[in-house]
């Protein structure tokens, strides 16, 4: 935000603001401010965490609670012609 220079439309929305908005704005502005602060002095580790997030895999689906499906409503082949229909063209 402060490489876009977000910061100067801050401060301008913070002169023009109602009163009960100018705390929240000041708020805004402070975080922006120590989160810029801190961003600067670690770029690269952010980075790091960034990649670490994206390597993280879902936990895998507990293999003692399968998932059921209402009697009533379609599964398998059922569902697969309801959703995409019979094609005809596929089969020899």
Known sequence: ALA??????LEKAK??????????????HSRLLSIGDV???TSSQ???????????????????DPVVTR???PHGDQLLRLC?????????
């Not at 995409?84 to 020899?92: I, K």
């Open 71 to 73: 009697p009533d409503h």
């Open 15 to 28: 002169e023009q603001c109602p009163p009960e908005i100018l705390k929240q704005l000041e708020y805004v």
């Open 39 to 41: 961003s600067s002095a």
């Open 46 to 64: 952010g980075e790091e965490d960034e990649d670490e997030e994206e390597s993280e895999l879902e936990p895998e689906i507990d293999q003692d």
């Open 4 to 9: 876009l220079g977000l910061e100067s439309s």
């Open 84 to 92: 995409y229909g019979e094609q005809d063209t596929l089969r020899p």
